[in-house]
């Protein structure tokens, strides 16, 4: 089996006791903005302060490399198994670990689960990543959140591992399976998903229990496995702009956003010691604890009633994200919202908004209106619609812009049902009897990024012209290939001028062909970098420019003038 990477970067310099932000509660948070604070990351949830009113204790099993324990941040938070005794190395509770008191390391088979002694700054991820979910849990029940929240530490990186490479993490996700956990924090991914591996996060979703990834930070549309399984909630990166983090991935696939950037959070250098990080490891534990929150809320809520709390509450990130419309999920979590979600009944039907990309439509006859408008910012290839309703009698109707796309019954799309375009209205025909309860499902289908600004080939003829990359004032796409074929007259060369450039050095290249193929023996030149390249003519009066990128960083683009030549 390929390793299991862990994507998370260590930022900015270990400070202590320095910031309000780790276990102080939030307030009347509704109006919170980002920025000017290590502490906007959670300002920006909209957490308001809960009186616990069960006495059920959520368990969150973190999956990671190592946890120190005795850190300020997760002082009482931590799980202690109640079916071992402590120190009698006997197997109490019969599960096949011995003395599993606070969680076991699956890496070095024994129960310290601690960070190796002069290892802190390799093995720090997993204390931040489990302080950060006890952090945004506090903000919601101040000092009665150690009494409702336990964290489970489950080591999956050998103590004398040379690289964060986790090889047991799926062994990590059944261990606490077994254990009960609730929510399983997966704050890496990457390599591939075996049919074992696949059948152990079958089994833990089958079970109800929450699991959450993270999208990954290698700034490509690709999701990697955990968070690519079905059901799995998959988390992307937010700076403090609501923009999507520049190395964040992207995708369908995505369920939600969350904070990744300069997130502050414990480190295991000292009990006191804390350090801003960034990367959708983050994103994905701020998003853990959210999902506790709502657990503890309602602790009878299930995978599905929490996942559509998260969704079908969040604010819709499209408008200031363009270029990736569709591709963050539903948006950024409004916890206020996602709690009243949860504890009043009534309120998903006035829930909806019309700009998220993603989520449901709930109709009462009632207490709802029978017409939607979706209308998300930017544009898509067009909408999957499904219903769990399949009375034959009842019509729908689906308007895409002015055009009537869809007229029929309901039982018609009890399969998801595509219409092209990228707004929409649907409504209920009243001539024929509402149903007295509907649920809606939806999701825009996404633009493929690669073709996002240029694809294909184009023909350009004429004696002079501009060229750029398309991307305009944004980064240009992942993995595109774009041509140009220029013609000019016969007997006349074509003079090749660069105006500006900002691609990947030595990564992303403008290639540039004397004629119509990209045979090697024809290649004039390759461009790459920001450095302007000197002024090229091509041996005859035809040239292919070609623009290759891969799935790693970009740049702004480029813009190039041609003419012809004697």
């Known amino acids: 089996m390929k390793h299991i990477i862990l994507f998370a970067f260590f930022l900015g310099a270990l400070l202590t006791d320095t910031c309000a932000c780790p276990g102080s509660p939030s307030h009347s948070s509704d109006s919170a903005t980002a920025g000017g604070s290590d502490c906007w990351a959670y300002n920006v949830l909209h957490i308001i302060r809960q009186k616990a009113k069960s006495g059920h204790v959520v368990r969150v099993a973190v999956v990671d490399c190592g946890f120190r324990l005795s850190h300020k941040s997760l002082k009482g938070s931590i799980f202690a198994n109640p079916g071992e005794i402590p120190g009698n190395f006997k197997d109490d509770d019969r599960n096949g670990y011995v003395d599993d008191v606070n969680g076991w390391d699956m890496s070095d088979h024994d129960n310290d689960v601690s960070v190796p002694e002069g290892r802190e700054r390799m093995f720090y991820h997993g204390t931040h990543v489990a302080g950060i979910i006890a952090t945004v849990f506090q903000k919601c029940f101040g000092e009665e959140a150690t009494g409702l929240l336990k964290i489970i530490p489950i080591k999956v990186l050998s103590d004398q591992a040379g690289n964060t490479y986790f090889e047991d993490g799926y062994r990590g996700i059944k261990y606490a399976s077994d254990l009960g956990a609730d929510i399983i924090c997966c704050a890496w991914s990457g390599g ?296 000019i007259s016969t007997g006349r060369r074509i003079q090749l001028e660069m105006l500006n450039m900002d691609t990947q050095p030595n990564i992303d290249y403008i290639w540039v062909f004397d004629g119509t193929s990209t045979l090697q023996e024809n290649l004039l030149a390759k461009f790459s970098g920001t450095i302007k390249p000197p002024i090229i003519i091509s041996l005859s009066n035809n040239v292919l420019i070609w623009f290759l990128t891969d799935g790693q960083c970009t740049g702004k683009g480029w813009e190039m003038k041609y003419s012809d030549v004697e």
């Open 192 to 487: 591939q998903i075996s049919g074992e591996n696949k059948a152990i996060l079958d089994a833990a979703i089958r079970k109800g229990i929450i699991i959450i990834g993270a999208a990954g930070n290698h700034f490509t549309e690709q999701i990697d496995p955990p968070s690519s399984f079905p059901g799995v909630i998959c988390v992307a990166s937010l700076d403090s702009s609501f923009r999507k983090s520049k190395y964040s991935n992207f995708g369908m696939r995505v369920d939600i956003s969350a904070p990744g950037d300069s997130v502050w959070g414990p480190h295991p250098l000292a009990d006191n010691s804390y350090v801003s990080e960034y990367g959708t490891s983050v994103a994905a534990a701020i998003i853990t604890g959210c999902a506790a929150i709502l657990k503890a809320v309602d602790p009878k809520a299930n995978l599905d009633e929490i996942t559509d709390a998260l969704r079908n509450t969040a604010m819709p990130l499209d408008s200031l994200n363009l270029t990736w419309c569709g591709k963050l999920g539903a948006g950024l979590p409004n916890m206020k919202k996602a709690i009243e979600y949860l504890k009043n009944p009534d309120y998903k039907y006035s829930a909806f908004d019309s700009s998220r990309p993603e989520g449901k439509i709930f109709f009462n006859k009632k207490k709802s209106k029978a017409s939607w408008v979706i209308k998300p910012a930017g544009a898509y290839k067009g909408i999957h619609i499904t219903t769990d309703c399949g009375e034959p009698e009842k019509l729908i109707n689906v308007y895409a812009g002015d055009s009537l796309c869809y007229n029929g019954p309901f039982k018609g799309i009890i399969k998801p049902v595509f219409i092209p375009g990228s707004m929409f209205l649907i409504e209920l025909q009243q001539k024929t009897g509402l149903p007295r309860e509907l649920e809606l499902k939806y999701n825009m289908e996404t633009i493929d990024s690669a073709k996002l600004f240029c694809h294909d080939i184009q023909t350009l003829e004429g004696d002079h012209g501009i060229i750029t990359d398309g991307s305009g004032n944004e980064n240009y796409a992942n993995n595109c290939s774009c041509k140009w074929q220029l013609s």
